[in-house]
C-alpha cells in the first residue's frame, strides 16, 4: 500500500472515531472540541489490526462552560454558580421623558392717557399675566434653568403721542449671571399720527433661567409681563380710550435643571435574560434546591425625588418544559412586584444614590423547574408615587435610573431524564473499502453526581435517520458518583465505566450518505437524588480504537 492510500485510509478511521466522540461531550464544549481533535490522533505503525489510543484526559465544570456568555462563580464553600447579568440598563433621561410644553399668549387692554402739558411725561402700567402649561397634572414649576427656548413677542397701539416708549420686563426670566430680569424697551413713537404703532421682538432664552413665584403648595405657574408706557406731553388730541394688543409665544424649551414638584413620570426599563443553560433541552424534570436561585439588583437613580418601580412583566419562559411560562413573584405569592428606591438630596444634585436588592422571598426556584431559557422584565418606575405636592423635586437633563440585574443559579439539584439534543454536519469519506470494523472502548472515572446516556443517529439532510451508532441495550456510559447527605450534598468516591462499541463494516456502508448527526443525551443526578457541583469535581475520560483493515497492494 502507498503511502498516499495510507494517509487516505488513516483519515477515513479518525472521520469515524470522531463520530464516537462527539457523542461523549456535554453539548457544545469547545474544550472537548479541542482536545478531541481528530488530528491529534496518535497512529502507530501501519499493521492489519492495531490500536490506537485516542484521548486521556480529565475535565473540570469550566473545561465545559469556559468559554460560553456564562460567569462561573466559586462560592466561599467551594460550590459553584452560574451568573446570568443585564449590565448598565438605563432608563430614558429626565430630558426625554419630561417636556415643557411650548406656550402662546395674548394681551388685551384700553387704557386712558391723562392730559399732560408739553415737557411733562408720566408712566402707565398695564401688568399682564397667564399661566405657564405644565406637561402633567399638579406639576409646580420653581425654577427651570434653560439650555434652549425661543421667546417672541409682538405689539400694536394706537397711541397718538410723538414721543412714547414701552417698557416690557419678562419677570419670570431672569439672567443667569447677572440675576436682572429680562427687559425689553420699544419706542411707540407716532409723530405722523398714524392708525397703528407695532413692535415685536425675539430672543434666544439660553442664557436665562425662569422662576416662578409660587406661593405655598399652590401650583399656579404665573407667568407675568410688566409693562410700562411712558408717555411725553405734547399738543397732540386724546383720544382716549386706547388699545394694546400683546401676543407671542415661548417654545422649543429645553432644560439643564428643573426645581420644583415634577409630578407623576414613567421612566421604563425592559430587557430579558438568555438563561443558555437550557437551551438544548428538548424533555425531562429539573427539581432545583432550596434557595438555589436568587435575583439581585443593583440600581442608580439620579432623579432628586421619590421613585417607586414596580414590575409591569416579570417572567421566565421555557421551550422545552410545561406550563413554558412562569410569572415570577419577587416578594411572595400574591404581593405586588413593587418596591421603592433611594433618590439623591438637595447637597448631592448631579449624583447618584444607590439601592441593592436581594430578594430572597421569590419563587424563582419553581420557576426554574420548567428549564427556563429566557428571562423578561419590564420595569416602571414612578416619580412622586404618593402624589405630594409638598414634595421639593430636582432633575437633570441628564437624571436617569440605571440598572444591573444579577440571576444566580447555584448548581443545586436533582434531575431526572434530562434530555438534550443538538445536530452536528456531518461528512464521512466515500472510500472506505479498507475498513473492516472499528472497536471503539471508551473508560470514565467520573467524580461528578450525574449520569449520562447517550446515543448518536445519523441522518441525511432532511433528518431521516439512516442508523445508530450505539445497539447494546445499556448506553449508560457514564456513572454518576454517589452523593452524601444534606446540607453538603457532596460526592463521596469516583465511578469507573468501561464500555467498548463495535462498527462493523455493514454499519461503516449504511452511513455513507450521512450528512448530519443527531446528538442526543440524557443525563441524570445520581439515583435522582439532589447534588451540589463543587469545583473540585472532574471527569477524566481515556478512549481507544481497534482498527481491522484490508491489505491490498500495488
Given at each position: 500500500?502507498?503511502?498516499?492510500?495510507?494517509?487516505?485510509?488513516?483519515?477515513?478511521?479518525?472521520?469515524?472515531?470522531?463520530?464516537?466522540?462527539?457523542?461523549?461531550?456535554?453539548?457544545?464544549?469547545?474544550?472537548?472540541?479541542?482536545?478531541?481533535?481528530?488530528?491529534?490522533?496518535?497512529?502507530?505503525?501501519?499493521?492489519?489490526?492495531?490500536?490506537?489510543?485516542?484521548?486521556?484526559?480529565?475535565?473540570?465544570?469550566?473545561?465545559?462552560?469556559?468559554?460560553?456568555?456564562?460567569?462561573?462563580?466559586?462560592?466561599?464553600?467551594?460550590?459553584?454558580?452560574?451568573?446570568?447579568?443585564?449590565?448598565?440598563?438605563?432608563?430614558?433621561?429626565?430630558?426625554?421623558?419630561?417636556?415643557?410644553?411650548?406656550?402662546?399668549?395674548?394681551?388685551?387692554?384700553?387704557?386712558?392717557?391723562?392730559?399732560?402739558?408739553?415737557?411733562?411725561?408720566?408712566?402707565?402700567?398695564?401688568?399682564?399675566?397667564?399661566?405657564?402649561?405644565?406637561?402633567?397634572?399638579?406639576?409646580?414649576?420653581?425654577?427651570?434653568?434653560?439650555?434652549?427656548?425661543?421667546?417672541?413677542?409682538?405689539?400694536?397701539?394706537?397711541?397718538?403721542?410723538?414721543?412714547?416708549?414701552?417698557?416690557?420686563?419678562?419677570?419670570?426670566?431672569?439672567?443667569?449671571?447677572?440675576?436682572?430680569?429680562?427687559?425689553?424697551?420699544?419706542?411707540?413713537?407716532?409723530?405722523?399720527?398714524?392708525?397703528?404703532?407695532?413692535?415685536?421682538?425675539?430672543?434666544?432664552?439660553?442664557?436665562?433661567?425662569?422662576?416662578?413665584?409660587?406661593?405655598?403648595?399652590?401650583?399656579?405657574?404665573?407667568?407675568?409681563?410688566?409693562?410700562?408706557?411712558?408717555?411725553?406731553g405734547d399738543e397732540n388730541p386724546d383720544?382716549?380710550?386706547?388699545?394694546?394688543?400683546?401676543?407671542?409665544?415661548?417654545?422649543?424649551?429645553?432644560?439643564?435643571?428643573?426645581?420644583?414638584?415634577?409630578?407623576?413620570?414613567?421612566?421604563?426599563?425592559?430587557?430579558?435574560?438568555?438563561?443558555?443553560?437550557?437551551?438544548?433541552?428538548?424533555?425531562?424534570?429539573?427539581?432545583?434546591?432550596?434557595?438555589?436561585?436568587?435575583?439581585?439588583?443593583?440600581?442608580g437613580n439620579s432623579l432628586g425625588l421619590?421613585?417607586?418601580?414596580?414590575?409591569?412583566?416579570?417572567?421566565?419562559?421555557?421551550?422545552?418544559?410545561?406550563?413554558?411560562?412562569?410569572?415570577?413573584?419577587?416578594?411572595?405569592?400574591?404581593?405586588?412586584?413593587?418596591?421603592?428606591?433611594?433618590?439623591?438630596?438637595?447637597?448631592?444634585?448631579?449624583?447618584?444614590?444607590?439601592?441593592?436588592?436581594?430578594?430572597?422571598?421569590?419563587?424563582?426556584?419553581?420557576?426554574?423547574?420548567?428549564?427556563?431559557?429566557?428571562?423578561?422584565?419590564?420595569?416602571?418606575?414612578?416619580?412622586?408615587?404618593?402624589?405630594?405636592?409638598?414634595?421639593?423635586?430636582?432633575?437633570?437633563?441628564?437624571?436617569?435610573?440605571?440598572?444591573?440585574?444579577?440571576?444566580?443559579?447555584?448548581?443545586?439539584?436533582?434531575?431526572?431524564?434530562?434530555?438534550?439534543?443538538?445536530?452536528?454536519?456531518?461528512d464521512l469519506d466515500q472510500n472506505v473499502?479498507?475498513?473492516?470494523?472499528?472497536?471503539?472502548?471508551?473508560?470514565?472515572?467520573?467524580?461528578?453526581?450525574?449520569?449520562?446516556?447517550?446515543?448518536?443517529?445519523?441522518?441525511?439532510?432532511?433528518?431521516?435517520?439512516?442508523?445508530?451508532?450505539?445497539?447494546?441495550?445499556?448506553?449508560?456510559?457514564?456513572?454518576?458518583?454517589?452523593?452524601?447527605?444534606?446540607?453538603?450534598?457532596?460526592?463521596?468516591?469516583?465511578?469507573?465505566?468501561?464500555?467498548?462499541?463495535?462498527?462493523?463494516?455493514?454499519?461503516?456502508?449504511?452511513?455513507?450518505?450521512?450528512?448530519?448527526?443527531?446528538?442526543?443525551?440524557?443525563?441524570?443526578?445520581?439515583?435522582?437524588?439532589?447534588?451540589?457541583?463543587?469545583?473540585?469535581?472532574?471527569?477524566?475520560?481515556?478512549?481507544?480504537?481497534?482498527?481491522?483493515?484490508?491489505?491490498?497492494?500495488?
Amino acid at each position: 500500500m502507498n503511502k498516499r492510500k495510507k494517509h487516505h485510509l488513516i483519515r477515513q478511521i479518525r472521520t469515524i472515531i470522531l463520530i464516537f466522540l462527539l457523542s461523549t461531550v456535554f453539548v457544545s464544549c469547545d474544550k472537548f472540541k479541542d482536545d478531541f481533535d481528530p488530528d491529534k490522533v496518535v497512529v502507530p505503525d501501519w499493521n492489519p489490526e492495531f490500536a490506537v489510543p485516542l484521548i486521556n484526559s480529565t475535565f473540570t465544570i469550566t473545561d465545559f462552560f469556559g468559554d460560553s456568555n456564562v460567569y462561573i462563580k466559586t462560592n466561599p464553600d467551594h460550590s459553584l454558580s452560574f451568573i446570568y447579568g443585564v449590565d448598565d440598563l438605563s432608563s430614558p433621561t429626565a430630558e426625554e421623558v419630561m417636556n415643557i410644553p411650548d406656550q402662546n399668549f395674548n394681551f388685551m387692554q384700553q387704557y386712558d392717557v391723562p392730559s399732560l402739558p408739553p415737557g411733562v411725561l408720566d408712566t402707565l402700567n398695564l401688568d399682564f399675566e397667564f399661566p405657564f402649561l405644565t406637561d402633567t397634572t399638579g406639576q409646580r414649576l420653581d425654577s427651570i434653568f434653560l439650555k434652549s427656548g425661543e421667546l417672541y413677542i409682538h405689539g400694536t397701539t394706537n397711541l397718538n403721542r410723538d414721543t412714547v416708549s414701552l417698557r416690557v420686563t419678562v419677570a419670570n426670566m431672569i439672567d443667569k449671571e447677572t440675576g436682572v430680569p429680562l427687559l425689553f424697551e420699544f419706542p411707540l413713537n407716532n409723530p405722523d399720527q398714524q392708525e397703528w404703532v407695532e413692535f415685536e421682538q425675539q430672543i434666544d432664552m439660553t442664557k436665562y433661567y425662569m422662576a416662578f413665584n409660587n406661593i405655598g403648595t399652590t401650583a399656579d405657574n404665573t407667568f407675568v409681563f410688566l409693562i410700562e408706557i411712558v408717555i411725553h406731553g405734547d399738543e397732540n388730541p386724546d383720544l382716549s380710550p386706547y388699545d394694546l394688543n400683546i401676543d407671542g409665544y415661548i417654545k422649543n424649551i429645553g432644560f439643564e435643571r428643573f426645581f420644583g414638584y415634577m409630578g407623576q413620570y414613567d421612566f421604563t426599563m425592559n430587557d430579558s435574560l438568555d438563561i443558555n443553560l437550557f437551551d438544548k433541552t428538548i424533555s425531562g424534570g429539573i427539581q432545583v434546591g432550596p434557595g438555589a436561585i436568587s435575583l439581585s439588583m443593583d440600581i442608580g437613580n439620579s432623579l432628586g425625588l421619590p421613585v417607586m418601580i414596580a414590575a409591569n412583566e416579570l417572567y421566565v419562559t421555557s421551550e422545552s418544559t410545561p406550563p413554558y411560562h412562569v410569572d415570577i413573584n419577587l416578594f411572595g405569592a400574591g404581593v405586588p412586584n413593587i418596591f421603592t428606591i433611594n433618590a439623591p438630596d438637595i447637597s448631592h444634585i448631579g449624583e447618584s444614590a444607590e439601592t441593592n436588592l436581594n430578594f430572597v422571598n421569590t419563587n424563582l426556584d419553581e420557576a426554574f423547574n420548567i428549564s427556563p431559557n429566557k428571562l423578561y422584565f419590564d420595569l416602571i418606575a414612578v416619580s412622586n408615587p404618593q402624589g405630594d405636592t409638598t414634595v421639593e423635586n430636582f432633575v437633570l437633563d441628564t437624571s436617569l435610573i440605571t440598572l444591573d440585574m444579577n440571576l444566580e443559579v447555584k448548581l443545586f439539584a436533582s434531575i431526572s431524564d434530562f434530555v438534550v439534543e443538538d445536530t452536528v454536519d456531518f461528512d464521512l469519506d466515500q472510500n472506505v473499502d479498507e475498513i473492516n470494523n472499528l472497536l471503539i472502548r471508551l473508560n470514565t472515572i467520573n467524580r461528578f453526581p450525574l449520569a449520562a446516556s447517550i446515543q448518536v443517529y445519523f441522518t441525511d439532510a432532511d433528518y431521516q435517520v439512516l442508523d445508530s451508532l450505539i445497539v447494546q441495550q445499556d448506553n449508560m456510559i457514564v456513572e454518576g458518583a454517589p452523593i452524601g447527605g444534606p446540607p453538603e450534598y457532596r460526592v463521596t468516591d469516583s465511578t469507573w465505566k468501561m464500555t467498548d462499541f463495535n462498527l462493523p463494516k455493514q454499519k461503516i456502508q449504511n452511513i455513507l450518505t450521512a450528512e448530519k448527526l443527531l446528538l442526543r443525551a440524557s443525563l441524570s443526578t445520581t439515583d435522582g437524588q439532589l447534588c451540589i457541583i463543587y469545583d473540585d469535581y472532574s471527569i477524566t475520560i481515556k478512549i481507544g480504537t481497534i482498527v481491522g483493515v484490508n491489505i491490498t497492494s500495488n
